[in-house]
Antibody, heavy 125, light 111 residues
């Protein structure tokens, strides 16, 4: 069964850091671009970041997290990461990892066809 | 990075058809044929329903269809069923600077 399992969420103070992980199984992780998408409480989906499949990974970020968040992957561990620094209250959300449907194509091309259950990040003092 | 514009709500009776619009600009929807649609039930992860404007992934019923005209994309759900009640989000490529943007979401109610 194709599956994504996020972990690492929690309560953190403004200015703090968290690292989210997404463990993949049931597919050849190294062949697929991956993304993080978040959803603030009661709000819509917001794309956060994407990374290509290769070890020389190309990355993209939404403007509001550039310079604060870093997406990475370890293909030997079938795991996607999101390092989040200088966290703000507006980063509070459920964070989903998602697999691109079309191999190494970016998520906008064929969509994101497998999603995790999400991990909750709360930034508050 | 402005979100794509969707109506906050839409509704229809079982068996009817409903269309949800998603309006962008020449820099996103109007410039590329890379529009996707996602369905999200409360407390659940999103599900891909449409990609590349009008293509359905395997397993998605053909009651769901997508189209685009100019800067506006649309999702049509025909033969509405109770299980179609959910939030729907459009998504588009927005160029190398903004990359990917979502719409604000539309809550579809089956009356």
């Amino acid at each position: 069964e194709v599956q994504l399992l996020e972990s690492g969420g929690g309560l953190v103070q403004p200015g703090g850091s968290l690292r989210l992980s997404c463990a993949a199984s049931g597919f050849t992780f190294s062949n697929y671009a991956m993304s993080w998408v978040r959803q603030a409480p009661g709000k819509g989906l917001e794309w956060v970041s994407s990374i290509s499949s290769s070890d020389t990974a190309y990355t993209y970020y939404t403007d509001s997290v550039k310079g604060r968040f870093t997406i990475s992957r370890d293909n030997s561990k079938n795991t996607l990461y999101l390092q989040m620094n200088s966290l703000r209250a507006e980063d509070t959300a459920v964070y989903y990892c998602a697999k691109s449907a079309g191999g190494n194509y970016w998520p906008y091309r064929y969509g994101m066809d497998v999603w995790g259950q999400g991990t909750t990040v709360t930034v508050s003092s | 990075q402005s979100a794509l514009t969707q109506p906050p709500s839409a509704s229809g009776s079982p068996g009817q058809s409903v269309t949800i619009s998603c309006t962008g600009t020449n820099s996103d929807i109007g410039g590329y044929n890379y529009v996707s649609w996602y369905q999200q039930h409360p407390g659940k992860a999103p599900k891909l329903m449409i990609f590349e404007v009008s293509k359905r992934p395997s397993g998605v019923p053909d009651r769901f269809s997508g189209s685009k005209s100019g800067n506006t994309a649309s999702l049509t759900v025909s033969g509405l069923q109770a299980e179609d009640e959910a939030d729907y989000y459009c998504n588009s490529y927005a160029g190398s600077n903004n990359f990917v943007i979502f719409g604000g979401g539309t809550k579809l109610t089956v009356l």
